[in-house]
C-alpha cells in the first residue's frame, strides 16, 4: 500500500516538474545583455533563466499553455526611462524585443513568436490620470479594462 502511495506522489511531482522544461541552451548575447543593462542602470528588476523561480513566474503569467516560448529574460521597468534603457540594450545587442502590458493578450503574444527574445514587462506602468475639466484620461500601459473601468466608474460617480 505505501509503494502504491510512493509511485502516485512520484508520479505527480514528476508531472508537475515537467510542466516547464526550462531550456538548458543560453541565448546568444544573454551575458552582453546583462552587461548593458546595467551599464544602462536598469531600475527594475530583470529575471534572466538562471533565475529559475521568478522566471518561471513570469512564464506562468501568460495563459496559452499549449506554446510556450522561452525569453532570454523578462525586464520589469519601474518608469519610461528604464523601458528606454531596455530597448538601447536589445537593439544594440540585436536581440528582438517584444512588449507585455495589462495581461489581454490571451493567446500569449506577449512572449514572442519564438526562443530569446526579451520581454519588457509594462504592468507597473499603470498610472491612470482623469480630468474631468477637460474630459480626458490618460491611461498607463500596464492597466487592464477592468482597473480603468473601476478608475473611471468612481470617478464618475463623484
Known amino acids: 500500500m505505501i509503494s502504491y502511495l510512493y509511485n502516485i506522489l512520484l508520479f505527480i511531482v514528476t508531472i508537475y516538474a515537467l510542466q516547464y522544461p526550462v531550456p538548458v541552451s543560453k541565448c546568444p548575447g544573454e551575458d552582453s545583455l546583462r552587461k548593458c543593462l546595467d551599464q544602462y542602470l536598469f531600475k ?25 516560448h522561452f525569453p532570454v529574460a523578462f525586464a520589469h521597468p519601474i518608469d519610461e526611462i528604464d523601458v528606454q534603457n531596455a ?27 519564438k526562443d530569446c527574445y526579451l520581454v519588457v514587462d509594462l504592468v ?5 490620470t482623469v480630468d474631468t475639466v477637460s474630459q480626458t484620461v490618460v491611461v498607463g500601459t500596464g492597466n487592464t479594462l477592468q482597473s480603468v473601468e473601476l478608475v473611471l466608474m468612481l470617478e464618475l460617480a463623484d
Open 44 to 68: 527594475g528588476p530583470v529575471n534572466f533563466r538562471d533565475n529559475y523561480t521568478a522566471y518561471n513566474k513570469d512564464i506562468d503569467f501568460e495563459y496559452d499553455k499549449l506554446i510556450i
Open 87 to 113: 530597448i538601447n540594450c536589445a537593439v544594440k545587442l540585436n536581440i528582438p524585443i517584444v512588449a507585455r502590458s495589462g495581461g489581454h493578450s490571451y493567446e500569449g503574444y506577449g512572449m514572442g513568436d
Open 124 to 128: 507597473t506602468l499603470n498610472k491612470i
